[in-house]
């Protein structure tokens, strides 16, 4: 299955794929995923919950479960290993792409993000649905782990003295230069030494659709992905890194991983290093 399907192919294949709203809002967006999901969404879509979908044992926000729970969830949100998986989100392509990701780091590859989210749909003069969706008959899922798609901040640590992989940091370039406070309360500002800022806004179209694949590799080879060096995503909390990582595939380029814990673990640490600036 192609990573990102269209409208069109959605609407074509609706009855045939587990469509699921997998919005998160930002802490200083004041809007409640839940309640918009419950007054318009795809016919037949069931809510992905991120902060659900995490390891329940940690502060730090929406942070990858054990293989375990993730089965235990999956099944019981309706999905096997035979299903295909179609994620979006209400913004257009903000928090979509986690779904896929995860999806693929406990070894699900038929899955895919909609280009342009809800908006477009809408937009189109598509239908949609409210009110909560019916439970689903229970799923039987069988994940298998693929830990190399994951980094921790151990990991991390030692790639600012190595310099191993590319570390490419998904926040808006005022947040990654620390000309703003951080969005969540005692997170310092900056970024990880040695890291490069592309803000996944600069890989979307005004409609919120990812960029044609040309303009998709001119953009990350800007940054310095071109494949020869192994790529690390980053962001605020781990959802929007999946965003450059759903765009390197895309542009056929090597995956990488996502640092999970991301610039909310780095930032509200003392003992990890924080640069500041361009």
């Known amino acids: 299955m192609k990573p990102l399907v269209s409208t069109e192919w959605l609407a074509d294949y609706l009855g045939e794929v587990v469509v699921f709203d997998t919005t998160k809002y930002l802490p200083n967006e004041p809007k409640d995923a839940m309640a918009e999901f419950r007054a318009a969404h795809i016919p037949g879509a069931r809510f992905?919950?991120?902060?659900?979908?995490a390891d329940p044992d940690t502060t730090l926000p929406h942070m990858v479960p054990t293989p375990g729970r993730f089965a235990k969830i999956m099944a019981a949100y309706g999905v096997s290993n035979t299903s295909m998986i179609v994620f979006y989100d209400q913004k257009g392509l903000a928090s979509a792409a986690r779904g896929w990701w995860l999806m693929g780091l406990f070894g699900h590859d038929k899955a895919a993000v909609l280009d342009g989210g809800l908006p477009k749909w809408i937009k189109e003069g598509r239908i949609t649905e409210a009110g909560d969706a019916p439970p689903p008959a229970e799923g039987h899922f069988l994940p298998a782990y693929r830990g190399q798609r994951l980094r921790g901040v151990g990991d991390i640590i030692a790639n600012v003295t190595s310099k191993a992989e590319l570390v490419l940091d998904a926040r808006a370039g005022n947040r990654f230069r620390a000309e703003v406070p951080e969005i969540r309360p005692g997170i310092r500002a900056g970024h990880m030494p040695g890291s490069v800022n592309l803000p996944y806004t600069e890989l979307l179209a005004p409609d919120q659709t990812l960029l044609p694949v040309d303009q998709l590799k001119?953009?990350?080879?800007?940054?310095?992905?071109?494949?020869?060096?192994?790529?690390v995503t980053s962001c605020g909390s781990g959802v929007t890194a999946c965003i450059l990582t759903l765009a390197m595939t895309r542009a056929g380029l090597p995956a990488g991983a996502v640092y999970d814990g991301s610039w909310t673990e780095w930032g509200g640490r003392t003992d990890t290093q924080v640069e500041t600036g361009p």
């Open 48 to 53: 992905f919950d991120i902060d659900e979908v």
């Open 218 to 231: 001119a953009r990350l080879a800007a940054a310095g992905v071109d494949g020869s060096r192994p790529v």
